[in-house]
């Protein structure tokens, strides 16, 4: 019987096979089968049976230890303190890694094969137990390591890793704020040593916020600070003084102020102030001096112009505000009693007015403005009395009746003082007077021209309510009181007229129609009736003689035909001068115009016109021009009629 052992895997090496047993060692630490048959002696011997076994290798611990920075650790910038170590590596700090294995391995010497992430360096040789591992990026690295035995056998493989949390901006923002700590503290020592306080303590003052700990920057902004005070604190002193007008004391502070930076520009320009206000003060003095001379010549303004330019150099300036202020209270008063002069002026209070004159010149005698009051109530004395002239002729003339003179005069004064309400408001009344009258007595003649002597009254009666003396109403009320008795003779001929005609009496009924257009030769009815009345008496004159006369003879009528009695007679004369309507017998008396109806049992009927009540006075062309007055002959030679009453003119008034 013999035994037939499988050939073992790669991760086995074989020493030496013995008839029941092999002697072998693992290459690996990972586990292998072994396999073996038993088998009778000889090539064709059979399988009596097999058996397999799992062999694994005792493993080594393999571990990498991190032992951290091989070199000091960086320097990195905390805001708020400055410069501090950085905790961990920084790019490119070399950090100890060490490999560990456990147990001990009886095949020394031992290999270590290190495999680093990329970007990471080591400075020694692959194969040994310590490596010094650097990277350029931050972050985490893995690390690895192989281990091997003398016989080349990998006892154990091991991982571990470093990390870099500190990049290289970090490193370089150190560094920038370290130099600019050192460049801001040599800054601030030369700003002071030029004479820049400010400069020198905002120089510093920013090296001690960047670099809190920083010492030089400390000592620096301490040393700075205390010197600026006690300069700040000299220099008030020197400004207070200055104030005050002191100026030997502020040439004391200020060479005291030179001991602790006798460069400081702030020293200079309170020299410079100490200068200008002596200069200052010298042109206030000069305009005090000329508001006063302005002031005394009467020249108010140009003096206040002089102290606001003094107050403008220096606006405490306790004299040229008080000068300025007495001044001021002087030119209001005297405005406030040129005022009220102006005031008494324009009531006409002469004398109040030089009285508050008298004070203004108590207050500055040669102030232009009171000249000129003084001139001006002279002038409105003068014209004070002038238009207290004009205006009493004005009353004058109105009163007298002379419309147009009395608003002449009117208007006059009020060309002599526009201003003037009582004169313009005598003036705008007296004007509307005067149209009221005018309308009055154009209404009166107009009214008077139709006949109406009511309505041409009741317009006088206006017109006299304005101005009674009114030349043209004395003209116009002589008119109406004419036109009135005329009307009155007019009525009284009318009736003397009918009866005439009445009685037969036809000469003395033309006669008294003479006498009436005598009194209207405007009257074209009256002058066309008084013709008919002529025709029908010289038709009556021409026609049969009878014996009982008039009162027995034909019937006038208006027209070619006068009948008579005892048949129908022609009137040439009559035939001449045909009227309208001639054709019918008989008119509506009424409307007649001249006819005379002579009808079975009638009596003559009376002309139109002649009834014995007043008639229209019309116009029409002139017939005769006058009439006889009493004892003289009248037309056609005949004697006038007796009821007419003479009139100037030759007519009946």
């Known amino acids: 019987m013999e035994f037939r052992w499988d050939p073992l895997p790669p991760k086995a090496k074989l020493l030496s096979v013995a008839e029941r047993g092999l002697t072998f060692y693992l290459t690996e630490a990972a586990p292998i089968a072994v396999k073996v048959t038993a088998a009778m002696s000889g090539k064709a011997g059979a399988e009596l049976g097999t058996a397999t076994v799992t062999v694994a290798a005792k493993p080594f611990a393999v571990t990498v230890e991190n032992r951290g920075l091989a070199e000091p650790p960086a320097v990195v910038w905390r805001d708020g303190v400055g410069p501090v170590a950085a905790d961990g590596a920084a790019v490119g700090q070399k950090v100890r890694l060490r490999s560990l294995v456990a147990p001990t391995s009886k095949h020394p010497p031992l290999t270590f094969a290190w495999s680093l992430c990329p970007g990471a360096a080591s400075d020694a040789a692959a194969s040994g137990r310590e490596i010094l591992a650097s990277r350029r990026q931050t972050g985490s690295c893995p690390v690895a390591v192989e281990v091997r035995d003398a016989r080349g056998i990998v006892l154990g493989r091991g991982q571990g890793d470093f990390t870099v949390p500190v990049s290289q901006k970090q490193l370089d923002t150190a560094a920038a704020n370290i130099r600019e700590t050192g460049r801001l503290v040599a800054a601030a020592e030369q700003a002071w040593r030029d004479g820049q306080v400010d400069d020198a303590w905002e120089q510093a003052s920013a090296a001690v916020r960047l670099s809190p700990a920083n010492g030089p920057a400390l000592a620096a902004l301490e040393r700075i600070v205390r010197d600026k005070n006690r300069l700040d604190a000299v220099l008030d002193d020197a400004r207070k003084s200055l104030a005050a007008d002191d100026f030997r004391e502020v040439a004391s502070l200020l060479a005291e102020a030179g001991k602790v930076n006798a460069r400081a520009p702030a020293i200079a320009a309170v020299a410079r102030q100490a200068a200008v206000r002596r200069d200052v003060l010298a042109k ?38 008080a000068e300025r202020e007495r001044m001021v209270a002087g030119r209001d008063r005297l405005i406030g009693a040129l005022k009220q002069s102006a005031g008494y002026l324009a009531q006409k209070r002469f004398d109040s007015a030089a009285a508050v004159l008298a004070e203004a010149r108590s207050v500055n005698a040669r102030f232009p403005a009171i000249r000129e009051m003084e001139q001006a109530i002279a002038a409105r004395k003068n014209r004070a009395w002038r238009m207290d002239e004009r205006l009493a002729r004005a009353r004058d003339q109105w009163n007298a009746g002379d419309a147009d003179g009395a608003l002449g005069t009117l208007t006059e004064a009020c060309s002599l003082d526009p201003e003037h309400a009582g004169a313009a408001a005598a003036r705008k009344s007296l004007a509307e007077a005067r149209d009221r009258l005018v309308r009055a007595e154009d209404q009166a003649e107009a009214a008077l021209g139709q006949g109406n002597l009511e309505a041409a009254r009741s317009a006088l009666n206006a017109a006299g309510r304005v101005c009674p003396r009114h030349p043209r109403l004395a003209e116009l009320l002589a008119a109406v009181a004419g036109r009135a008795d005329r009307d009155k003779r007019l009525v009284a001929l009318k009736a003397d007229a009918g009866r005439r005609f009445a009685a037969g009496d036809l000469d003395g009924a033309v006669l008294a129609a003479d006498d009436m257009v005598a009194l209207a030769p405007t009257d074209a009815a009256l002058v066309a009736e008084r013709d008919r009345l002529a025709r029908v008496r010289d038709c009556r004159g021409r026609g049969p003689a009878s014996g009982r006369g008039l009162a027995l003879g034909p019937a006038l009528r208006f027209g070619p035909d006068v009948p008579g009695r005892g048949g129908q007679a022609s009137c040439p004369i009559a035939r001449r001068r045909p009227v309208a309507g001639a054709g019918s017998d008989r008119e509506d008396q009424g409307r007649g115009r001249g006819r005379i109806v002579d009808g079975p049992g009638q009596r003559p009927a009376v002309p139109e016109g002649f009834s014995g009540r007043p008639g229209g006075v019309g116009g029409g062309k002139k017939r005769r021009s006058a009439v006889a007055g009493p004892g003289q002959a009248g037309p056609r030679g ?12 030759g007519g009946p008034a």
């Not at 005949?638 to 003119?649: D, F, L, V």
């Open 638 to 649: 005949r004697p006038a009629h007796r009821g007419g009453s003479g009139a100037p003119g």
């Open 284 to 321: 206030v003095g000069r305009l005090l001096t000329e508001a006063r001379d302005k002031w005394d010549a009467g020249q108010v303004d140009a003096a206040l112009s002089l102290l606001g330019r003094a107050l403008t150099l220096d606006p405490n300036h306790a004299v040229a505000r």
